[in-house]
């Protein structure tokens, strides 16, 4: 069964702080990654999005990694600010069954503190 | 572009009655998702369309649950009869092509008591 799974489930950082979030997967083939961010009673909002063939990916203080060889992807925050406090989740969008279904992780909550 | 709109943002009612979400897609975009979040869950695709055309519905979870989209711009997911089981918050999600970034309305959280 296609799996997308996340570690850890929840992570408490403090402000200023790095942190590294995981993905390991199991779907493929796969067209894209992508890393979503969720506030609280908010939807989802994409990050970054990375095809099979790139490595990584950036978005301001978010970096994104992949390496398909190990099916594995890492979202890196740079200098957390407090508003970066919310659930990240992983997105692997498999080539079979249609680009538009998404297989998505339980997400990362992810706490900063000041 | 206001974004993907969704209506009402909270909806509390009473197992047995009929429940309807709506949703106002990004104006162009082709595709439309219909989402369920649970903690339990996580996120789960109910159905999507292409050019209102409904593609797949293999998420839906009961033939109580059906989504029409009678035009480009709107769609309703329904229940009816709603059960306890039902709570969780629905998201609405729109796409412009194939494979493109979903944006994702604010959701509706669904309480059935």
């Known amino acids: 069964k296609n799996q997308v799974e996340q570690s850890p489930q929840s992570l408490i950082i403090l402000e200023g702080k790095n942190c590294t979030l995981q993905?390991?997967?199991?779907?493929?083939?796969?067209?894209?990654l992508r890393w979503y961010k969720q506030d609280t009673g908010r939807g989802p909002v994409s990050l970054t999005i990375m095809t099979f063939s790139e490595n990584t990916k950036s978005n301001g203080r978010y970096t994104a990694t992949l390496d398909a060889d190990t099916k594995q992807s890492s979202l890196h925050i740079t200098a957390s600010q407090l508003s970066d406090s919310a659930s990240y989740i992983c997105v692997v969008s498999p080539l079979s069954g249609g680009y538009n279904k998404l297989i998505f992780g339980a997400g990362t909550r992810l706490a900063v503190h000041p | 572009d206001a974004g993907v709109i969704q209506s009402p943002r909270h909806e509390v009612t009473e197992m047995g009655q009929e429940v309807t979400l709506r949703c106002k897609p990004i104006s162009g975009h082709d595709y439309l998702f219909w989402y369920r979040q649970t903690m339990m869950r996580g996120l789960e695709l109910l159905i999507y369309f292409n050019n209102n055309v409904p593609i797949d519905d293999s998420g839906m979870p009961e033939d109580r649950f059906s989504a029409k989209m009678p035009n480009a711009s709107f769609s309703t997911l329904k229940i009816q009869p709603s059960e306890p089981r039902d709570s969780a918050v629905y998201f609405c999600?729109?796409?412009?092509?194939?494979?493109?970034?979903?944006?994702f309305g604010p959701g509706t959280r669904l309480t059935v008591l």
């Open positions: 993905c390991n997967y199991t779907v493929s083939p796969f067209s894209n």
């Open positions: 999600a729109s796409s412009a092509g194939v494979g493109d970034t979903q944006y």
